[in-house]
């Protein structure tokens, strides 16, 4: 009697041990089972965040990508793949709710200049994407080139440094850069539209603060008649150019 129960005290733990494997297989193929299951489909997707021409062709191809999913079961990078294609589409974020809907939030990249090739325009996004398709150019300050990239991107050095600065721009002050370059001193200059003065950046360092800094002396009337702005130092900046008072007399036919 005493052989048979420590015959049975040896076999139950790997009886155990069995049941223990075949319990876990079991909740892991149901696991498999129902997360590509009807029972967690997605039928709602609300899409945010995207723009623009094109704006109606990334939601169809994100809502047609979107409803081959389950909430349980989001391929990220099958949804990024669907919008390959879209340059202005930088990222998606991704977030399921159940038990049927899934949200999905575009990052764009916006053009901030446009590049000119022998009258051939593309716009560019501050990171050097080239933003082919349907993206307007309107109202984008120009950057020469000799030619246009033939890859994604920007790839010159003196391109991409004028992007930088573009980039650095207040979106409305954006609007009345007519183009950027570089001057025969190799000085970074802002071209404005309509005739406004020319404003003189010097260097790419701190774009941000010459560009403030010029929108505040646009904005002075004491700035009136300047033909530029140096802003080189953005902490001193200074309107010059001004026409003398018989070059004014003559200019208005006085």
């Known amino acids: 009697m005493g052989a048979v129960v420590a015959r049975l005290a040896r076999v139950r733990p790997r009886v155990w041990a069995l049941i223990t494997v075949l319990l876990a297989a079991v909740l892991v193929g149901g696991w498999f089972w129902l997360r590509d299951s009807g029972l967690a489909s997605v039928k709602t997707v609300r899409i945010s965040g995207v723009s623009g021409p094109e704006a109606h062709d990334v939601r169809a191809a994100l809502d047609q990508a979107a409803r081959e999913m389950t909430t349980l079961h989001v391929d990220t990078k099958r949804l990024r793949r669907a919008v390959a294609v879209y340059p202005q589409v930088k990222d998606l974020q991704v977030e399921a709710k159940p038990l049927h809907e899934l949200r999905i939030t575009v990052m764009e990249r916006h053009p901030v200049a446009e590049l000119d090739a022998g009258g051939r325009q593309i716009p560019v996004a501050a990171d050097g994407t080239l933003l082919r398709g349907r993206v ?119």
């Open 136 to 254: 307007s150019t309107a109202g984008l300050p120009v950057i020469q080139a000799s030619a246009l990239p033939a890859g994604p991107s920007v790839t010159d050095a003196r391109e991409r440094t004028l992007l930088e600065v573009a980039a650095g721009a207040p979106d409305a002050m954006r609007r009345h850069v007519e183009r950027l370059e570089l001057d025969r001193s190799k000085q970074l200059i802002a071209v404005l539209r309509d005739g406004g003065p020319t404003i003189v950046l010097g260097d790419a360092a701190r774009p941000r603060a010459k560009w403030v800094a010029a929108a505040r002396v646009l904005g002075d009337d004491s700035s009136s008649g300047a033909t530029y702005i140096d802003v080189r130092l953005p902490e001193r900046p200074a309107a010059g150019g001004f026409a003398t008072l018989d070059e004014a007399s003559t200019s208005t036919g006085g």
